[in-house]
């Protein structure tokens, strides 16, 4: 009866932290793989974000800001970050399909910028979401169905026809011997007016060479 009531106890003022928590803004401390540790208060709060957040997020030392989804499971609290609000309601939106947990929707997240995720699922394209690790076809296919009438994303046939040449940019280019990350990093510094197979490899080839 004790355990119980202590359990009922603590997890209701974790629902309730789950509910409070919306921003964290702190120093930059540490950072991992997939996480940093933002101190503020004096706590060290570790926070998941995905793969273009980790590349994006300045030296340590730095303040920043995170959009926050506190991710309650039996015997963990995980807190997710994010640097927008429209990237946090297509996380929580993700993780609101069936199969798809916290992890899987960090992962779509990180395959390209916000506009694009929205456009491909608006355009029902599922074979796009596949790029993600840990995204199979059955769980594209069902993020598509219960999320197309959902989501909004100007232009998504054009943006879609973009990310369709840049991941054949991609293929091409780790065809040729570089590594995939150092393609799509390549590849994020080509300007968006650019456009077409051709042009967009010329300049990607123009990035590469001034390394």
Same mark, same amino acid.
């Given at each position: 009866?004790?355990y119980k ?70 015997n963990a609290?995980?807190?997710?970050g994010f ?10 939106? @993700?993780?609101?399909? *069936? $199969?798809? #947990?916290? +992890?899987? =929707?960090?992962? &779509?997240?990180?395959?390209? !910028? ?14 796009? @979401?596949?790029?993600? *690790? $840990?995204? #199979?076809? +059955?769980? =594209?296919?069902? &993020?598509?169905?219960?999320? !197309? ?63």
């Amino acid at each position: 009866m004790i355990y119980k009531f202590v359990y009922n106890f603590l997890y209701s003022h974790i629902i309730l932290w789950k509910e409070m928590i919306y921003t964290i803004e702190g120093k930059l401390t540490h950072r991992g793989e997939n996480f940093v540790v933002l101190e503020t208060g004096g706590l060290g709060m570790r926070i998941f974000t995905h793969a273009r957040s980790m590349h994006a997020i300045p030296a340590s030392g730095s303040v920043i800001k995170f959009f926050c989804h506190l991710h309650v499971r039996e015997n963990a609290l995980e807190l997710y970050g994010f640097a927008s609000q429209k990237e946090l309601d297509l996380f929580e939106s @993700l993780i609101s399909v *069936s $199969g798809v #947990g916290p +992890k899987s =929707a960090i992962a &779509i997240l990180g395959i390209d !910028k916000l506009e694009n995720i929205l456009a491909a699922i608006k355009e029902n394209r599922p074979d796009l @979401l596949r790029r993600a *690790s $840990g995204i #199979g076809g +059955k769980t =594209a296919d069902r &993020i598509v169905l219960e999320l !197309k009438n959902k989501v909004t994303s100007e232009k998504s046939e054009s943006v879609v026809g973009k990310m369709e040449t840049d991941s054949d940019l991609v293929e091409t280019l780790v065809g040729l011997g570089y590594r995939r990350e150092q393609a799509k990093a390549a590849l994020a510094k080509v300007d968006e007016k650019v456009v077409g197979l051709e042009g967009r490899l010329k300049a990607v080839f123009k990035v590469l060479g001034k390394k």
